[in-house]
């Protein structure tokens, strides 16, 4: 099989979910009577679900078209050079992107892990009914026991009552951010308003949402305002932003 750019394109529109109709079908018995031409699709296939961001699919396409020179130039040659040549560039463009993904991930997550430390729910102090104080001495128990999902339930509720309760949101936030449901840690974050007395710390566990997510752009932007300004995350901020630079 011949790797032309026709063909690279209509590998790359099947596997993005682009051909339709008449197309599609024909492509789906093309492959189906091509099991090189499948073997080709399912490698593809495996890169592209496996890329996350941008700057890795940038990097697949190149490499695509490094794999495509390749298969070019062993094209006239014994079918079995061939082949052998295709696999080992198959299997050195996986080994490249995971490599480049695991590094990308394990750099994230190391520096989640270096700067995050939880907002500090022991100094939050509610009212005098028992069954209340009961209650929240459950939950400051779990949450400093790192029991997220427990505690999530009583937050959601209780802020529900009480949508002020800002310190409680924080709680909420961080439950959220370490049991990964980093849409609604980043919602709730940025639910915050300027004028907040909590603001600055709602904007330090949304920069660190955000590099969970790796969201560089975003994770930066409230990095350098927080450096910026004089708050008890600007040395945190300034640090975190010279490791990601």
């Known amino acids: 099989m011949k ?13 993005e979910g682009s051909l339709s109709g008449k197309a599609l079908t024909d492509f789906k018995q093309t492959i189906k009577a091509n099991p090189e031409l499948e073997e080709e699709v399912k490698i593809q296939s495996e890169l592209f679900n496996n890329l996350r961001n941008k700057k890795s699919l940038d990097f697949r396409k190149k490499l695509i078209e490094i794999n495509k020179e390749i298969n070019d130039e062993k094209a006239s040659e014994k079918s079995n050079t061939f082949t052998f040549w295709k696999i080992a560039a198959s299997i050195l463009i996986l080994i490249g992107i995971s490599s480049i993904l695991w590094f990308t991930n394990t750099t994230s997550e190391n520096l989640f892990a270096q700067y995050y430390t939880p907002y500090p ?20 128990l779990n949450y400093k026991k790192k029991e997220y999902q427990k505690v999530i339930p009583f937050l959601e509720s209780t802020i529900e009552k009480n949508s002020n309760d800002e310190q409680l949101k924080l709680c909420l936030g961080n439950s959220y951010l370490n049991t990964n449901q980093l849409k609604k840690a980043e919602a709730l974050f940025l639910s915050f308003s300027a004028e907040s ?26 990095l350098e305002k927080l450096s910026s300004s004089n708050n008890i995350h600007t040395e945190n901020a300034g640090n975190l932003l010279k490791d990601l630079e």
């Not at 729910?121 to 069954?131: E, F, H, L, N």
């Open 197 to 222: 007395k909590y603001y600055s710390d709602a904007i330090w566990f949304l920069s660190l949402t955000y590099l969970k997510m790796e969201k560089e752009e975003q994770t930066i932007s409230l």
């Open 3 to 15: 790797m032309t750019q026709e063909l690279s394109e209509q590998i790359e529109a099947y596997i």
């Open 121 to 140: 729910i022991g100094d939050i102090k509610r009212g005098d009914q028992t069954s209340i104080d009961d209650n929240f001495k459950k939950v400051v």
